[in-house]
């Protein structure tokens, strides 16, 4: 009877450890499986945009709970939707402080990546090189053919982002040494890198500007003053033209924990040295030098 009492005691002990074993095992499956849902909003610099599609493609194929909704409309754009949490992601070529009546206070800034900006021409035009002062005359309308500058005898055709776009920010404040005759007026412009590509290449005399993940056989970059458009020129600032490409999150905003988990993956060792290269932009880890946004090296 002892002998009985004993084996049950056992059996029921035994049952009961296995009972908590079973239940931190599934308490811990459960954390482990808890899987990512809701979707975000993406918004604003064209330059970005197709990184970001890219990387919203294969976050959402890793969780299929989420949806990430990737917009352009230039880098003031995704700004100000940031701001007024219309958008969960502002994306832009510019630090928040620059752009006019945007509440830089309201926005927590992520820099993603840095991309190189060349100004791109007609394959056609006769010119391969340019010195910054040429390219200042050509934008401020000093300069209207092509045979002053060394080329065919060809009207010069302006192709510019609009006001808004960060790239032309960017391309204003460091190619045209932020001159204040630059207005872009007499110009064609356009919202989007993707369409100012597609006109430079298929207008003769036409010169615009683009990130150098958009530069293609369609269009020819220029040298500025014999310094080639290249990424490793960017890293150690002899190519002056790049930009902080950012992503900014509202202060207050409302999908905080996805906001973490997507920004998480973009700055992951895995996206940075894959498609952040691949996509001919540059990860943060490989500057050697560091801007303000006033544009001073640090």
């Given amino acids: 009877m002892k002998i009985k009492k004993r084996i049950l005691a056992s059996g029921i002990i035994g049952l009961a450890f296995s009972s908590i074993l079973v239940a931190c095992s599934s308490g811990a499956n459960d954390e482990n499986n808890k899987q990512l849902t809701g979707t975000l909003t993406s918004v604003g610099s064209t330059a970005m945009q197709p990184f970001v599609e890219e990387a919203s493609k294969s976050f959402m194929a890793s969780n299929p709970g989420v ?24 994306n832009s070529d510019i630090f ?6 945007i509440d830089a ?8 990546f840095v991309v190189g900006i060349a100004p791109v021409v007609h394959p056609q035009v006769g ?17 209207k053919n092509w045979k002053e500058v060394g080329g065919k005898d060809q009207a010069i055709v302006l192709v510019n982002r609009s006001e808004s776009s960060g790239t032309r920010a960017t391309f204003a404040k460091f190619a045209l040494k932020d001159n204040q005759e630059f207005r872009g007026n ?4 356009e919202d989007s890198s993707g369409t100012v590509r597609k006109i430079i290449g298929q207008t003769k005399g036409a010169i615009g500007y683009l990130a150098f993940s958009y ?11 014999g310094v080639q458009p290249t990424n490793e020129n960017v890293t150690t600032n002899k190519w002056l033209v790049w930009a902080y490409e950012h992503i900014y999150t509202n202060t207050n905003g409302k999908n905080k924990q996805l906001e973490d988990a997507f920004l998480k993956y973009i700055l992951s060792p895995e996206i940075q040295n894959g498609l952040v290269k691949k996509l001919n932009y540059i990860p943060i880890i490989d500057m050697k030098v560091e801007r303000d946004a006033s544009g001073k090296l640090k």
């Fill in 186 to 189: 007499g110009a064609i412009v």
């Fill in 127 to 143: 010119v391969t090189n340019l010195t910054q002062q040429q390219l200042i005359d050509i934008f401020t309308g000093k300069v």
């Fill in 215 to 225: 530069i293609d056989n369609t269009v020819k970059a220029l040298t500025l003053d």
């Fill in 96 to 101: 928040a402080e620059e752009k006019e009546k």
């Fill in 67 to 90: 949806q990430i909704n990737v917009q352009g409309g230039g880098s003031g754009q995704g700004l100000t939707a940031t701001v007024n949490d219309t958008a969960d992601l502002g």
């Fill in 105 to 112: 206070s309201k926005l927590i800034d992520h820099k993603a």
